[in-house]
């Protein structure tokens, strides 16, 4: 393909360091596409005849239906995906292959094709994120109403509701939704046609081939076209940043499950047994997704830095920017998938978790609330009388709303029986009416407007 000048051919370790042919054949299907739009158009630009251009269209055509069905012959010698499409295009179609080459460069051409796979695996994973966002509203909808204790510091904090806990995994899913459509329109412009770095003599139409391979329009500057991999780094951070949020969620799958806790049970399709321990059911998809979060954000640091420092314009350097991009995406669609299937399948089990939501004096600033609104007791002091009762009652080993009236009253002579409405963990629960608020009369408020936006 380049031996015009070289005499003598490259050694074995050259042809292995080399030959990326082993992962950019993933890029089959999307280097096909770019060179059929630019044969197109330099034909119609008068580049190339219709009659080669008519040879080069079904010849890549039959080069597609043969990688398709399993017949790509991988070839080191030949490097990359691009150089094989092109050479199996010559054994197909002879002379006019070799015109096809003509104002791009494999520069343009690999930037391009990358691109477009990077943008279908967000097209994939956008319809992914919001199958799990449709998960966690079905499963919000069911408990909306089930009282679960709400945390901080991992301490029992206040009640709250399973249908708001698992809303607030929809909103984070919604945010990463919005990172991948974001990076998808930063990177849909098209740097096909700025050939190695400087642009071509021939009288191309780069707005022609970037229409025709779906971008919103040719990319401004030739040298930029073919350094930039901004789009595969952004997209690794959106998939950084989902996987963050899968391991977070995975992690309280597995503290819920824990025999302590018995908050939910993991169904067969998402756990595995021990090999010695016969009673035991382990959250190992849970497990699986927490630590593959680890991947995915070492993914984005693992391109970062082969392209730091790199200068203008192409660096072979840059042949390294795919694996990291292919591994984040097949290991994020796995995680998806195991995540989205636990939240379709986990059981709540409601007593549980009310039993946990009542522990811990989680109603007290239900207490020192109703002081201020029932007493006008300002919410310091408020605080402070709240945190006598909360003394009495642990001396006593009893909840808040088991202690008397009495006794209450002997902290505080403002205490009436008013106070017992809130102290119970339903009632905490429905008077968080704030919006945004864990009241189920919120929570469905939320499911509601997440179901419009889901177009369910
Ligand atoms: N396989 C190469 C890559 O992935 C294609 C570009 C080759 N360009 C070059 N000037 N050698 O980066």
């Known amino acids: 393909m380049w031996g015009g000048r070289f005499s003598g051919g490259p050694s074995a370790v050259m042809t292995e360091i080399n030959a990326s042919i082993g992962f950019d054949k993933r890029l089959w299907k999307q280097d096909i596409a770019g060179s059929k739009a630019h044969a197109a158009m330099v034909a119609k630009q008068g580049i190339l005849t219709e009659a080669d251009n008519a040879a080069i269209q079904s010849g890549l055509d039959q080069v597609a239906a043969e990688i398709e069905a399993g017949k790509l012959v991988e070839n080191p010698a030949l490097e990359d995906i ?5 050479a199996r295009l010559a054994e197909l179609i002879g002379e006019p292959a070799k015109r096809l080459h003509v104002a791009r460069s494999r520069n343009d051409q690999v930037a391009t094709d990358f691109k477009l796979w990077v943008r279908d695996a967000i097209d994939q994973t956008d319809a992914a994120l919001a199958a799990l966002q449709a998960a966690l509203v079905k499963r919000a909808e069911e408990h909306a109403e089930t009282v679960m204790p709400g945390f901080t510091h991992l301490q029992v904090a206040q009640p709250v509701t399973l249908g708001h806990h698992l809303m607030a995994y929809y909103e984070m899913i919604r945010r990463d939704r919005g990172r991948f459509a974001d990076c998808r329109k930063r990177l849909n412009e ?21 229409a025709a391979l779906g971008f919103d329009r040719p990319t401004a ?20 940043m989902t996987g963050l949020h899968l391991s977070r969620f995975a992690e309280e799958i597995i503290i819920w499950a824990s025999q302590p806790y018995k908050f939910i049970s993991l169904p067969d399709a998402f756990s595995t047994g021990s090999s010695i321990m016969p009673q035991k059911r382990n959250p190992d998809a849970a497990e699986l997704v927490r630590a593959k979060a680890g991947h995915l954000l070492g993914n984005f640091q693992r391109l970062a ?7 203008l314009a192409y660096s072979k350097d840059m042949q390294e920017d795919k694996v990291p991009v292919f591994e984040a995406f097949d290991t994020l669609g796995l995680c998806l998938a195991a995540t989205t299937g636990m939240v379709e399948t986990l059981v709540f089990n409601a007593e549980p978790m009310r039993n946990a939501a009542a522990s811990g004096f989680s109603t007290a600033t239900d207490l020192a609330d109703w002081l201020v609104r029932a007493a006008g007791v300002p919410f310091r002091d408020a605080h402070h009388i709240t945190g006598n009762a909360v003394k009495l009652a642990e001396g006593k080993g009893v909840m808040l709303h088991e202690l008397t009236l ?17 102290l119970t963990v339903e009632a905490s629960v429905a008077s968080r009416t704030s919006y945004g608020g864990t009241a189920p009369v919120q929570v469905k408020g939320q499911i509601e407007a997440a179901k419009k936006d889901l177009g369910l």
């Open 221 to 240: 500057n030739s040298l930029d076209s073919v350094s930039d991999r901004d789009f595969a780094l952004e997209a690794l951070a959106a998939a950084g």
């Open 190 to 210: 098209s740097p096909l046609g700025a050939a190695a770095l400087a642009g071509t003599s021939f009288p191309t139409d780069r707005f022609n081939t970037a």
């Open 305 to 311: 830095v082969v392209m730091k420092g790199l200068p």
């Open 82 to 86: 691009h150089m094989h499409v092109e």
């Open 406 to 422: 009495d006794e209450l009253k002997a902290i505080d002579s403002r205490i009436t029986d008013d106070v017992y409405s809130v």
